[in-house]
């Protein structure tokens, strides 16, 4: 799934290209990626249809583009909300291109975008688009999601407290989304191996100084990401030019298995890990000790 630094490159294409351009028509081709929409397709369309793009905006993985209010309309407006989950693509294409294979959704636009489309293409369509009523500033269906590492009012101390206070792993915490945004699988195993750090290890067991040192690694990650367009590792992880990232090059952990690992030589090791994998190095992130049981205690 793309996480943050693949939704930023998206995000970032989408305010240079399209931003100011106005919706002068919509097709909906397959109704399952506007399922989320209360109005249906029709209403989608219709809502959207007319309206003047804003800077496209996001929080974690999730991408929204305000749309400019409608005449005496007050409050902070609406939005045009997505979400890519598993293989969804923002691409801005000529008119003249040939639809992708699994076009969705297409947005025909004047004015900024030269007379381009904005087309949503999702092959397995987990992700989806939704208009966002007053979603402006923050569309309410992501009120609940946390601010993501790189937002500027990002809050350091409230997550290293929030963190120790908690008994779950280490990588857990990072996924979940109610205490930080935008932080997956791959970026998770990849800043705890900067850490030096065991996914498992409790957050109530480390200190101030080893979560704000964690932190810090999560941004790096995520900035050298950003700087290299994301992570593909297919065709389905693109901007909105349709080119890929190439930060799997630069990969110490995540699908590393078997490989040595770049500090230590150890073997880095895979695991099961919440339908997914973690990969890291048992020497240089040993696993935690267990909890010693109190006698009694059981």
């Not at 489309?117 to 999601?145: C, K, T, Y």
Request: net charge positive.
């Amino acid at each position: 799934m793309p996480e943050l630094p693949e939704v930023e490159v998206v995000r970032a294409g989408l305010e240079r290209w399209v931003t100011g351009a106005v919706v002068v028509g919509v097709d909906v081709l397959h109704e399952r990626p506007v399922r989320r929409d209360p109005r249906g397709p029709a209403g989608f369309a219709a809502a959207l249809t007319g309206r003047r793009l804003g800077p496209a905006r996001r929080r974690g993985k999730y991408l929204w583009v305000p749309l400019e209010p409608h005449e005496g309309e007050d409050g902070p407006g609406d939005a045009l909300m997505a979400h890519l989950g598993m293989s969804g693509q923002m691409l801005v294409e000529a008119p003249d291109a040939p639809d992708e294979r699994h076009l969705r959704v297409r947005m025909r636009l004047e004015g900024a975008a030269d007379g381009r489309e904005l087309r949503f293409v999702d092959q397995r369509m987990f992700g989806g688009l939704a208009i966002s009523d007053g979603g402006a500033v923050v569309p309410p269906e992501i009120s609940h999601v946390a601010r993501d590492p790189l937002e500027a009012d990002f809050d350091d101390g409230d997550w290293v407290r929030r963190v120790r206070r908690r008994h779950a792993g280490i990588k857990r915490l990072l996924l979940d989304q109610g205490l930080i945004s935008g932080v997956g699988n791959i970026y998770a195993d990849e800043s705890l191996w900067r850490a030096r750090l065991h996914g498992e290890r409790p957050g109530d067991r480390l200190t101030q100084t080893r979560c704000r040192e964690l932190l810090g690694h999560v941004r790096d990650v995520m900035t050298e990401a950003l700087a290299q367009g994301g992570t593909s590792f297919d065709a389905l992880y693109v901007d909105v030019n349709g080119a890929s990232g190439y930060f799997d090059r630069s990969l110490a952990a995540y699908g590393q298995e078997g490989r040595p690992c770049q500090r230590c030589g150890t073997a880095i090791r895979r695991v099961a890990f919440t339908n997914r994998s973690s990969f890291f190095c048992p020497a240089c992130q040993p696993a935690p000790r267990r909890r010693r049981v109190a006698p009694g205690a059981r």
